[in-house]
């Protein structure tokens, strides 16, 4: 059961209609937020004032888990544990620096990542306590969102656009379902790379390590998912 009474926040993109986005544990690439959804209002946007999040920081991959660690701990509080795991585990900083790269977004910079699995419950409450959320971390709202619930029967509460994140909780394009994640800030320091770099080495030997003389594989065939030249 959700936790009644709260206020909180999420993000979308550009022209995007509630649904079609699976709730990930892992780093990687996402759509670009600008604020317009097509079932929300146009023009709703608020401004949040101080929170948890160091909106001004968030460039180095230290600052990003830290930032990651407050903004799980949070959906816990409302959602329980359950709500972020990865591959079936808590989620944890540890656990994410050693399987989840930061995710390229072009020219050099990255971000970091983490998909929620929110219980499908009471869709107006579960507004409200998305923007609890986002005005606990500082957020401000996203113009575009549904303010409450759509006349499709769906909600999209998108927030952190003006602060260079992205938070979301959406109905999914069916509307038996909620998709959520959180994005932190564009980087382009040298530890976003590194520890890119050192997420991807390490799968490309496990992955090495799974053929033998008789199942020959070069090195440099197996794909880097988040090479930007890979094709999906």
């Given amino acids: 059961m959700l936790v009644t009474g709260l ?45 948890l999040i160091d ?15 407050i903004v799980v701990e949070v959906m816990r509080e409302y959602f329980g544990d ?14 994410h620096e050693a399987e989840s790269a930061p995710g ?10 983490v998909g929620f699995d929110v219980p499908f419950d009471d869709l107006e409450e579960t507004y409200e306590v ?8 500082g957020l401000s709202e996203n113009p575009g969102n549904t303010q409450g619930i759509s006349q499709y029967e769906k909600i999209f509460y998108g927030a952190g656009l003006a602060e260079g994140r ?7 394009a069916e509307g038996d379902a909620f998709r959520s994640h959180y994005q932190t800030r564009l980087s382009d320091d040298p530890s976003m790379r590194e520890a890119y770099e ?27 998912p988040f090479d930007d030249d890979s094709s999906d």
Avoid at 82 to 95: N, Q, R, Y
Avoid at 166 to 172: H, K, M, N, P, V
Avoid at 200 to 207: A, L, T
């Fill in 55 to 69: 909106i001004e920081g968030g460039l180095t991959h230290q600052e990003q888990m830290a930032e990651l660690e």
């Fill in 198 to 224: 050192r997420v991807i080495d390490k799968n490309r030997r496990e992955r090495e390590e799974e053929f033998d003389v008789d199942n020959p594989r070069q090195l440099e065939d197996i794909d880097d």
């Fill in 166 to 172: 992205g938070f979301l909780i959406a109905s999914t």
């Fill in 104 to 113: 390229p977004e072009g020219d050099g910079v990255f971000r970091q990542r």
């Fill in 130 to 137: 998305a923007e609890e959320i986002a005005e606990r971390l």
């Fill in 7 to 51: 206020l909180l926040a999420s993000c979308g993109g550009p022209g995007e209609e509630p649904g079609g986005e699976g709730n990930e544990g892992h780093g990687g690439a996402e759509e670009p937020m600008s604020g317009q959804n097509g079932e929300g209002t146009p023009g709703a946007e608020g401004t949040a004032g101080e929170g």
């Fill in 82 to 95: 359950d709500v972020a795991t990865i591959d079936g585990k808590p989620w944890s900083a540890e656990l």
